[in-house]
């Protein structure tokens, strides 16, 4: 099992979310509204620690739990429909899950996801 957390543009998330919605048995995801910056903004910018604070930049986070083999399937679909070219398009993270658990019915494991 797989954990998928990926950061996105807002405007992004309706074309993303459509797209995943074609992907054979996709399990789901959860979806929150952050603010950040990244590295160019600390890099680049002569502004204080306070106008960054300021400056925060709004991104939507998604939260993907699904079986190994559909990994590869979910991230082309979100680098293909998260892509704008410009810089700051977000990122994708994937971390391997040891166990999972059903609260509903007692499912362990895979089924569960």
């Not at 910056?37 to 400056?55: I, T």
């Not at 709004?58 to 070219?85: W, Y």
């Amino acid at each position: 099992m797989q954990y998928i957390q990926a950061y996105i543009k807002p405007h992004k998330l309706t074309p993303l979310t459509l797209a995943l919605h074609k992907v054979p048995d996709f399990p789901g995801m959860s979806v929150s509204e952050i603010k950040g910056f990244g590295r160019e903004k600390s890099q680049d910018s002569p502004h204080s620690l306070k106008d960054d604070l300021v400056d925060f930049i709004p991104h939507v986070k998604l939260e993907i739990f699904c079986r190994d083999e559909m990994v590869n399937t979910i991230i082309n679909t979100i680098q293909t429909s998260a892509h704008t070219g410009l810089r700051g398009d977000g990122k994708i993270y994937v971390a391997t899950i040891s166990q999972a658990y059903r609260i509903s019915t007692g499912e362990e494991g895979k089924t569960a996801v």
